[in-house]
């Protein structure tokens, strides 16, 4: 069985394949217009690097950013909202709430960026009443056909549908599709209860709002995507990545894009916990540094978090969608470094890309980056980058630092590729304190994994400004992403508002507990059916999302294999205390627990990834590793020369003394001096202090 693993980023498409003749990994450069062209491109390329034809791929696994893309710049669909008369204005006024509450200069990003303007909502007559969904007045069905005929008109094809109270009764909604559908065939049409059945109206129309805003071309990529495999003569199963840490098909996530808003950091993620296992560390701190963007998340124990719901936030919108704990800032190879009017020093969040890229590409970019930055320095090669596919200019690096930063500051070149370096590395440091320290957990327990065409590079300076233990460089540090798609599951999710007071509950509120559990059950179940997954390989689990009487979000708790009953919804409460108590330190084991969702996750599990060992070291010196020695800067301002290694002809055992550069395909890894780069079993290497074991 052949598979590979497609991860697209900002700069560079990164695919592994595992066939019968081993693992191979591969990168070409993202194509921006359309990325589905670089896909089939590295697909039908990393087939030739195996020997292998493109019609004996047996599966296919995507991590995109296309969703994600589009909530960046702005340009996802017209879209038209009906929702219920007298609250037509929910996405404008939104929670009321400043997004930073200490600033005097601030945008309000669903005011200044609606994903619906306000002349595009419309009200209708129709309303449903809390707490059990009884309607109080019925759809006007001719309102909603004249609201659906003025869509039209207006050349508007996506419409969000969000009612009051739909997550209690969705007949309106369901109804108002209809109508919708018969008047525009072709629209591209989400209702609210459909992707986000929870209450909160705010959040929910905001999720559904932003479903059919990056619904249109996100359907249309990964249709394509399919159509020009197919072409290409490629018949394998296509399954993208979710923000969840699940993969799903091409179906599932044209309807329901929000799925994926994050689905390319999430392998990144589920790659780096392999790596950390394949390492023997439980506890990580993974770090993918790219060409545009740094992705951060905290594996504690070997376990990957879920973002709570009150922080899933996409280009300042509320998305109620579950989402793998990470902190994404603009820090990559291409950050671009400049001086911003007041004269101050800046790196980021701005990116050069793949096009025109950094200076040293030679494509027409001017502004000096860090890639620029670490050519100046000695630390990336130029003429081995991509394993010397990549010529670059360090001319062009030079001019661009010393024109935009080291001049206009008054200050040497190499102290400005220094200050570049150091400014980035800050900026990631502050990030990995807010997704760590800031939540309790301390650094120093924790390996740095960096990962990333950039990561191991700035690997030691990281774990130095957060006093990690040490760094996990994994075995295709460049690919990892794409590795994290192949060692993940098959998942979906639903979910429905059950509001009940645990503690107080009668017989029939947990049998509505139950029918409810047993509802998503089916529909979950009847989803892996569809994709083939014979129900011995299916496991479902039902989560209770809690909290505290009158608290303003919920924690997970988890639910009795069976019915809940009265003896043992205990248990369920108990299960949420403690969850209270590992997230915030304390909780209140005498105070009422309310369940107010329940969500249903179904998984079939695939094969995972299989990384062969290395060959033990033969005991023999390291130099028959040694390509070269050059000048290399180090933090500290001093240029020593650096002898550079190929990783591939080092073996398992192997130590490799600082200062010295490890180079292969993918990524380039920097051991500075005072520092000692140990290769273990898998390929994977261990960088710490000297004379620290």
């Avoid at 549908?161 to 369901?174: C, I, P």
Wanted: glycine share 10%.
């Amino acid at each position: 069985m052949a598979r590979i693993g497609v991860d697209v980023g900002g700069t560079n498409t990164d695919l592994v394949l595992e066939c019968a003749k081993g693992v191979f990994y591969h990168k070409v450069p993202t194509t921006l217009k359309n990325q589905s062209i670089g896909v089939v491109e590295g697909v039908k390329h990393i087939c030739e690097l195996a020997g292998i034809g493109a019609c004996d791929v047996d599966l296919i696994v995507h991590g995109t950013t296309t969703a994600t893309n589009i909530t960046i710049e702005h340009n996802g669909a017209e879209t038209g909202m009906l929702t219920t008369r007298g609250f037509r204005d929910i996405l404008h006024i939104g929670r009321h709430k400043r997004p930073y509450n200490f600033s005097l200069h601030f945008t309000v990003p669903w005011q200044s960026q609606p994903l619906v303007k306000r002349r595009n909502r419309i009200a209708v007559s129709e309303r449903i009443l809390p707490p059990n969904g009884e309607v109080e007045t019925a759809l006007d069905e001719s309102e909603v056909r004249a609201a659906a005929r003025l869509f039209k008109k207006r050349g508007i094809g996506s419409i969000v549908v969000g009612f009051m109270f739909s997550f209690l009764n969705d007949a309106h909604e369901r109804r108002a599709k209809e109508i919708i559908l018969e008047e525009m065939p072709d629209a591209y049409v989400t209702l609210s209860s459909e992707v986000a059945n929870v209450m909160r109206e705010y959040e929910r129309f905001s999720t559904a709002a932003m479903n059919s805003y990056v619904g249109p071309k996100t359907a249309f990529y990964l249709r394509d995507l399919e159509s020009k495999l197919r072409e290409a003569g490629v018949s394998a199963k296509l399954r993208i990545m979710q923000s969840n840490g699940g993969v799903s098909t091409v179906e599932s996530c044209a309807a329901r894009p929000i799925r994926i808003l994050m689905s390319g950091p999430a392998g990144g993620v589920i790659g780096g916990a392999s790596e950390g296992e394949m390492a023997g560390e439980r506890n990580i701190i993974t770090v993918d540094i790219g060409g545009t963007s740094a992705d951060i998340s905290t594996i504690p124990d070997g376990r990957l978090k879920t973002m709570n719901p009150r922080d899933t936030y996409v280009s300042g919108h509320p998305v109620l969608t579950p989402m793998i704990d990470l902190v994404t800032i603009g820090a990559g190879g291409g950050s671009v470094a400049y001086i911003d009017e007041a004269g101050a020093f800046n790196v980021g969040p701005r990116s050069a890309g793949s096009e025109p890229g950094p200076a040293c590409y030679g494509r027409g970019g001017t502004e000096p980056t860090v890639t620029d930055a670490q050519i100046v320095l000695g630390r990336l090669d130029p003429d081995l980058v991509l394993g010397g596919d990549l010529k670059l200019d360090p001319a062009l690096s030079h001019k661009a630092i010393e024109e935009k930063i080291a001049k206009p500051l008054g200050m040497s070149v190499k102290d400005a590729a220094l200050g570049i370096l150091k400014i980035i590395n800050s900026n990631m440091a502050l990030a990995i304190r807010s997704n760590s320290v800031a939540r309790g957990i301390d650094p120093r327990e924790f390996s740095i994994l960096p990962f990333g065409g950039a990561g191991p590079l700035h690997g030691v300076a990281l774990a130095e400004a957060v006093y990690a233990k040490d760094v996990i460089v994994p075995v295709a540090p460049g690919i990892t992403a794409a590795v994290g798609l192949l060692k993940t599951d098959l998942q979906y999710e639903h979910t429905e508002a059950v509001i009940v007071e645990l503690n107080a509950a009668t017989d029939s509120q947990l049998a509505r507990i139950n029918h409810a559990a047993s509802r998503l059950r089916e529909r979950v179940m009847a989803e892996l059916d569809d994709d083939g997954i014979p129900r011995e390989r299916q496991h479902v689990e039902v989560v209770a999302e809690c909290r505290y009487h009158g608290q303003g979000f919920e924690l997970r708790a988890t639910m009795p294999d069976g019915p809940v009953t009265q003896a043992n919804k205990a248990a369920v409460v108990t299960s949420f205390h403690d969850q209270h108590q590992l997230d915030y330190g304390y909780s209140y084991r005498d105070a009422e627990v309310e369940l107010i969702t329940l969500r249903v996750i179904g998984k079939a599990s695939v094969d995972r990834l299989h990384v062969p060992k290395l060959r033990p070291t033969d005991g023999l010196d390291i130099d028959r590793a040694l390509k070269f020695v050059r000048s290399t800067t180090f933090d500290d301002g001093s240029t020593l020369e650096t002898p550079r290694y190929d990783k591939a002809k080092l073996l398992a055992g192997d130590r490799v003394p600082g200062p010295a550069i490890i180079v292969q395909h993918d990524s380039t890894t920097l051991v500075p001096p005072g520092y000692v780069a140990q290769v273990l079993d898998y390929g994977n290497m261990r960088v710490h202090r000297a004379g620290v074991a």
